[in-house]
């Protein structure tokens, strides 16, 4: 079986990308012959790439396709127009994202006419898949696939907050609301710090406007493969957004061996149960984060216990819980 990955592909940043590279380490280790076709260029060369896309196509028996809302949703487009309209491939179509509710609304008749037809649509959560059902587009659950060590030698001392966000930052993302909390916490516990990781539209102003706070550090982009590290480093992780589907950073955290404070937005409840294996707060509510911080802080032995319960969960994500629904996939 030859597969053909098709995406916005960043190596080593991202969470479409980090996906994206474990699919293609999981099956090529397995024996399959896989290929990335990055369609992340720039906005001349994307229109033209669809016809090398067109002949790349014929040499391979699955093109898989990564996409999401915006632009993010060329990859689909050109992959399928590719392996469908040009060719008579087997398309699999796997959605990203926490906004396709919004993007379908706008876009319905484009959108549902290229998913309708790729052979298999595959979503992350219960959340996206009740999405697409609303447009009777049927799809399958498949999660996401991460490649991370869950932390047994992890043993944090929660009595000291050491909080981190590694996230875009970008408004969607409400960073600074995770910078409140801190403030809040920070009155209390003069040692408690943040670190900030992630850059975007957003970075310059945040970082002019907080950076000088004692406790609180920015630290910019951080590659994909520096981040278990630093989350060994930290023990709460707070992402808040306005609306996500099924971020890989939570999982990280979950390794890591950190407390997850989370919004209550998108398919993160399928990941998280509140006070069960992390915490999940209202978007934009400072205060509740602050809440949530300060139980960990004064229960620090049950915090322990839901950390190792967030540990756990993690195994649904890895290959061998992976594997035999994505072959499934692609054979049936």
Not at 33 to 51: Q, S
Request: glycine share 6%.
């Amino acid at each position: 079986m030859r597969i053909l990955i098709v995406a916005n592909y960043y190596p080593n940043r991202g969470g479409i990308s980090s996906v994206v590279s474990n699919h293609f380490a999981m099956l090529t280790a397995e024996g399959y012959y896989v290929k990335i076709f990055n369609t992340k260029k720039n906005p001349i060369v994307r229109i033209l790439i669809m016809f090398s896309l067109i002949i790349k196509v014929k040499r391979f028996d699955i093109i898989h396709i990564h996409g999401c809302s915006g632009l993010g949703f060329y990859p689909i487009i050109i992959g399928i127009i590719s392996s469908k309209i040009f060719s008579n491939k087997k398309a699999i179509v796997t959605y990203h994202g926490g906004a396709a509710n919004d993007f379908l609304r706008k876009y319905s008749v484009l959108i549902i006419w290229f998913l309708k037809k790729a052979n298999r649509i595959t979503v992350m959560s219960n959340y996206l898949k009740e999405v697409f059902n609303k447009y009777n587009i049927e799809t399958t659950i498949l999660n996401n696939l991460v490649n991370i060590e869950i932390g047994s030698w992890v043993n944090k001392d929660f009595s000291m907050p050491k909080l981190i966000s590694i996230r875009t930052l970008s408004k969607i993302y409400n960073i600074e609301d995770v910078i409140v909390a801190f403030h809040i916490i920070r009155s209390g516990h003069k040692y408690a710090t943040l670190k900030i990781a992630g850059n975007g539209e957003q970075y310059v102003q945040l970082k002019r406007k907080y950076g000088s706070f004692d406790g609180i550090d920015f630290l910019g982009f951080i590659p994909n493969n520096c981040i278990p590290e630093l989350i060994k480093s930290c023990n709460i992780f707070i992402s808040v957004p306005s609306y996500d589907n099924q971020p890989i950073s939570i999982l990280e955290a979950f390794a890591g061996g950190c407390l997850v404070i989370s919004s209550n937005v998108g398919g993160v409840p399928d990941m998280i149960e509140d006070g069960i294996n992390g915490f999940l707060v209202d978007v934009n509510n400072p205060d509740q984060i602050a809440q949530k911080i300060e139980w960990i802080i004064s229960n620090p032995d049950l915090a322990k216990k839901i950390v190792e319960k967030g540990k756990a969960l993690v195994k649904n994500y890895l290959w061998p819980s992976i594997k035999p629904k994505l072959l499934e996939i692609y054979k049936n």
